[in-house]
């Protein structure tokens, strides 16, 4: 069986600086992992994922994630925040059929 | 590439009748599809799990009776809820599992709002 934990339902940051979402994993099984963005009324869309390669990935729009097998942690992270960064975060792990999705990280960026 | 459609948008209608949602793989052939249904500010929720040409496999405490699901080819998926009533409303996503990949990688649709009056 496998669980996504999200800490903090919603994060706030200031443009340009730093964003980090954190999700934390449990997994019976090698796990693969994804983080979506979900903007207001739309579908989602991958950022980046982890399928046992490279633990440091990098995605799409400046975003990366570090698989740290020893803290269970896939944290998503992105130097300087845009205006356009805020959405929804989801984390997102898989070891068999499904995907199981963490509760979501509200990110709102302030002038 | 790998796009994933869904039709309708959104839709409206009454109490009591039913309303077919389509999926479509639209450059690659999907052997599994999936729907989930998210309610607002929550995360998505796994109804079910389509494999072309069986019949689909639901999540514990999802009416298969009520969500009516058709994975007719490889690349079209349905969701019919029937008698709808206003608490199904609610925004359904479906996604599509491109057949070959190894990790379960999904392409999810851009969803579908259905209001129930």
């Known amino acids: 069986a496998q669980s996504v934990t999200q800490l903090g339902s919603h994060v706030s940051v200031s443009e340009g600086a730093l964003v980090l979402l954190r999700c934390n994993y449990s997994?019976?099984?090698?796990?693969?992992l994804f983080w979506y963005v979900q903007y207001p009324n739309q579908g989602l869309q991958l950022l980046l994922k982890?399928?046992?390669?490279?633990?440091l990935v990098k995605g799409i729009n400046g975003f990366e994630a570090e698989f740290k097998k020893s803290e269970t942690s896939f944290h998503l992270t992105k130097p300087s925040a845009h205006m356009s960064d805020a959405a929804e975060y989801f984390c997102?792990?898989?070891?068999?059929?499904?995907?199981?999705f963490g509760t979501g990280t509200q990110l709102k960026v302030e002038l | 590439g790998a796009v994933v459609s869904q039709h309708p948008s959104w839709v409206i209608c009454k109490s009591g009748t039913s309303v077919k949602i389509e999926c479509r793989s639209l450059?690659?052939?999907?052997?599994?599809m999936f729907w989930y249904r998210q309610f607002p500010k929550q995360s998505l929720m796994l109804m079910a799990t389509?494999?072309?040409?069986?019949?689909?496999?639901?999540e514990q405490g999802v009416e298969k009776d009520k969500f009516l699901i058709n994975h007719a080819s490889l690349t079209l998926s349905t969701l019919t809820v029937t008698s709808a009533h206003p608490e199904d409303s609610s925004f359904y996503i479906c996604?599509?599992?491109?057949?070959?990949?190894?990790?379960?990688?999904?392409?999810f649709g851009p969803g579908t709002r259905l209001t129930v009056l």
């Open positions: 982890y399928t046992s390669a490279a633990t």
């Open positions: 450059d690659f052939q999907a052997t599994t």
């Open positions: 389509s494999n072309e040409g069986s019949k689909a496999t639901y």
């Open positions: 997994s019976s099984v090698p796990p693969y």
């Open positions: 996604s599509a599992r491109e057949a070959g990949l190894t990790y379960n990688e999904q392409f």
């Open positions: 997102a792990v898989t070891g068999g059929n499904k995907l199981t």
